[in-house]
């Protein structure tokens, strides 16, 4: 006992002598000294620090009363990258300025190629470059002056690479060899020829998010994506049968590795958008089942043997298949081009998502079922469960003649919808306006009228927002304070400001290190410049993925009637669910932004809607070609209900797995999943009330029909 209490007090002793010496030696306690066994280190490099100490080692070097101690002409930078991937440890590098206004000894503008290449005896990456004479001359000069010491390459502040010079350069042609793997060789090769361009590089936006938030996202995530896909394979198998569900589980499976092997080709990052994007893609993957199962049960009908049903089952549903994704793949490519960040996130999962899942759908169930048939199994499938034997089979809904009361309710919505955009307006994300925002995550629960009203004193020049995100003790702060300015110092006032007005609301004693590192979770900076462009470039992509949309359905149908009853419908689905973020922003307890993750959603909604609308003007075309004589209003009533139980079964998946979303998927793409719902539902009515019928009757105009034939055949 008495052995361990002496350990016990012996490392006591030793915890409080560090602690000593951490207040004695501040810096040194964060950044480690480049040692050897004789002393300090040779070569350039002063020691290295972990990526968050970075800032305030930077504090120390740069205080006036430090600056004094050391020579003129040193300068202090970091390396770009860390020592190594699995310890975050940058290297501090000590830097000679021979120029009397800071500048290089030379300039990037005189490198005219740099390329990366493999060393023939060690196997490890190397650079060559190439300078022009002028460049050539003076690199000839500083190489010679230097033998034996390093020389860096150095931009935008940082360090990319200092390799030692072994002997004199003429000719302007050189190398850089070091313990470089073909990707670190890689972006030298690229940085030196970024060289050659002399716009400076400057913190447009920034995004920063606590490991705590982080990995909440990644906890949603996966749940939101598990309890979909549970929730999918038992749909199928309850409206299907055990069978044909198992088999469309199977290529949902399949469909589920094949996009996790693109992306991880891709070496893609995988975010909170771009899971949401293949939990949908999940959602809408059904629907080339559920277009196949249901021609498979009409044909099945129609007195046709199993093998010939599934045939044809497959034949005649491959045209709605293709046109319906062709629309969606093309909204996925207009996001992609026009968003950034995360939003292409969500556009990538999402384009690899359709094209896998129509191959998974049309020829992987095939594949299945035809190696079943070869051997003269499952010929007695009947593609039905008991519940879903009967449901919506033989429908006549008179949607055409039922339409006017389609256009007055939505008259009304809309117009309410205007109004509240001419009194309210919209609550436009920091993406849009440009400022900071800040993530706080306080331990008690909180009011956001007192916060809003204590942050107004502290932010007197700048506007002041705040807003609940999830549970009470939980709030978004957005200010526009100083962002016009860059640079460390306004971000520190920035923080230093909300400290101050928030220290009410923390616990007695707690720093201002412990507030940054502790409460707030998640921050994010977009200057005014980027914030008009993702506007503009929003704006564009809604119109452009209209047009797009609207030239293909041209190109498809032959007929401007369908075009125009598309682009109504599509107009009519951005603009409700645009009424909808200006009526319930502020009312409901969650954020409804317009931001880029909103713009994603439009998109989305656009590519989903169209895609259910293209469906019913498949079937359309299908039956005119079938009975070319029989009147306009009843063709247009039997395809939207012969198609009305895929409308269904699609609409009921994609909103089971938004719903998941919108549950299980975390506070920061709730807004999203919101838009999605609501854009789902509102896209099934614009199909059966407004797609359609505008279509009707921009066709009625062009046949000059004056009897509509009321009664439903």
Known sequence: MLAKLEQQTDTTADAQSLEEWKREYPLFAILQVNQSERGIGAGPMVGYALGRDTVEVNAYLNNPKVKELLPRDLKFVWSVNPI????????LIAIKVSNRDGRAALGGEVITDAYDDFQQTTGFGKVDMTMNSEGAKVWARLTKANIGKCIAVVLDGYVYSYPRVSSEITGGSSEITGNFTAAEAKDLANVLKSGKMPAPAHIVQEDVVGPSLGKEAITAGFISFLAAFILILLYMQVNYGLIPGLIVDASLLINVFFMMGILASFQAVLTLPGIAGIVLTLGMAVDANVLIYER??????????MKKALADGYKNALSAIMDGNITTLLTGVVLYVFGTGPVRGFATTLIIGIITSVFCGVFVTRLIFEAFHAKDKLLN???HTKLTKNLLV?????????????????????TLGIVSLAVRGLSEGVDFSGGRNYV??????????VINETLQNFFEEASVSVITIGSENQVRINTNYRIDETGQEVDDEVQQRLYEGLTSFLPEGTTKEAFVNDFIVNSQKVGPTVADDVKKAAMWAVFFSLIIIGLYILLRFK????????????????????SCYSIFYGILPFSLEIDQTFIAAILTIIGYSVNDTVVVFDRIRENVGYYPKRNKKRLMNEALNQTLVRTFSTSLTVFITLLTIFLFGGETIRGFAFAMLVGTIVGVYSTLYIAAPVAYDVQKRQLKIKDENLELE
């Open 381 to 383: 499938l009947t593609f």
């Open 394 to 414: 033989n429908s006549k809904v008179d949607f055409i003649g039922k339409r006017k009361v389609g256009y007055i309710l939505s008259a009304v919505v809309l």
């Open 559 to 578: 007929n401007i009637a369908f075009s125009a009853g598309t682009i109504a419908a599509l107009v009519h689905d951005v603009l409700f669910i645009i």
């Open 440 to 449: 706080v995550r306080f331990e008690q629960p909180v009011r956001t009228d």
């Open 296 to 305: 498979i049960k009409e044909e099945l009908r129609a007195g046709k043997g």
């Open 84 to 91: 190594d991937k699995k310890t975050p440890l940058y290297e």
